[in-house]
């Protein structure tokens, strides 16, 4: 049954999955994958993560809604790159999982399994974050030189592609196109490469004629049947920094659609960024979840789940 995304904060939440008779593989900070064989049953809960940290508090939906969305991006996508999807349909999945259906239903994906290229496909199309500081550092992004004068939310000439290292723990580490050659090979690296340059300015593209800058986005990749897929979510507030077009200002922190907003109350209660990490108020909750059903809205053109 499609969930209605209204103003309010929703009841149920998901913080974590247990499904008796499956093999959990990994929890990740948001997703708790399952291994059923040659497929696997991702699960997006209401987990967020901040500053490599989950937080104790839930956002109700907040799984649905990046299920959703990476549904979308996939379905608008299409074959170019193929995906990793097999089945969002609980009832279609088999194994047994339709007896799970309350706990699966929207927010839960039956995919293949690639092996995953143990590097960050990151595309910035702005300079926000840790870009950002580097740029004020060096006046480069990863090896890419940037003309003098840019400021913090400057729009990028072409997009450019900056890969990261995937870490287990901690953060992800800015790598150079040269370094990502070196960890996955030439030939892999340039593929991925175009790949994900691509699928940014095509969606950045849809997104803007949503009223939605897409600012940066990171990409994972996998070898399935010898083809790379896109594996993984795909362009969610989590992976993603979604700004609104019309209040876009460069030179200041920029209004999102994102998970910004937690970062930033974090922040400022002086969060020393070290776990345990701080329970949310109600308030910041209720934000936190206008923000990511918002982005949603304005992406998909849907109402609901």
């Keep these: ?12 939440t998901v913080f974590e999955t247990n499904l008796p008779g499956f093999k959990l593989l990994a929890r990740g900070k948001v997703r708790d994958v399952y291994d059923l064989g040659e497929k696997l049953l991702i699960v997006s809960s209401d987990r967020l993560s901040a500053f490599d940290c989950v937080l104790p508090t839930p956002i109700p939906d907040k799984g649905r809604i990046l299920n959703g969305l990476s549904r979308f991006w996939f ?3 299409g074959d170019l790159p193929r995906n990793h999807l097999i089945t969002a349909d609980v009832e279609q999945m088999g194994h047994g999982l339709e007896k799970h259906h309350e706990t699966l239903a929207g927010r839960s994906m039956l995919v293949v399994k690639a092996e995953v290229f143990p590097v960050e496909c990151v595309v910035r199309g702005y300079l926000m974050g840790s870009g950002w500081k580097e740029y004020q550092q060096k006046g480069s992004v990863c090896g890419h030189a940037l003309p003098r004068g840019l400021k913090q939310g400057s729009r990028l000439d072409q997009p450019i592609f900056t890969p990261a290292t995937k870490a287990k723990t901690g953060h992800d580490e800015n790598i150079t196109f040269e370094t990502a ?4 090979g030439q030939n892999y690296a340039e593929q991925l490469r175009e790949m994900s340059l691509s699928i940014y300015k095509r969606s950045a593209e849809h997104a803007l004629k949503r009223n939605v800058i897409i600012a940066d986005t990171k990409f994972e990749f996998g070898l399935f049947n010898g083809a790379i897929i896109l594996v993984d979510e795909v362009l969610t507030p989590d992976s993603s920094r979604f700004w609104p077009r019309q209040q876009w200002t460069p030179g200041q922190t920029q209004l999102s659609f ?3 907003f937690v970062r930033d109350y974090l922040e400022g209660i002086g969060w020393n960024k070290q776990p345990p990490a701080p329970p949310l108020p109600e308030t910041v909750v209720h934000k936190t979840r206008e923000k990511y059903v918002e982005a949603y809205k304005q992406i998909t053109g849907q109402e609901n789940l």
Excluded at 1 to 12: D, I, N, Q, S, Y
Excluded at 181 to 184: D, F, L, R, V
């Design 1 to 12: 049954m499609p969930v209605e995304l209204g103003g309010t904060v929703m009841g149920a």
């Design 75 to 77: 379905r608008f996508l």
């Design 181 to 184: 050659c070196e960890i996955i």
């Design 258 to 260: 994102d998970k910004q």
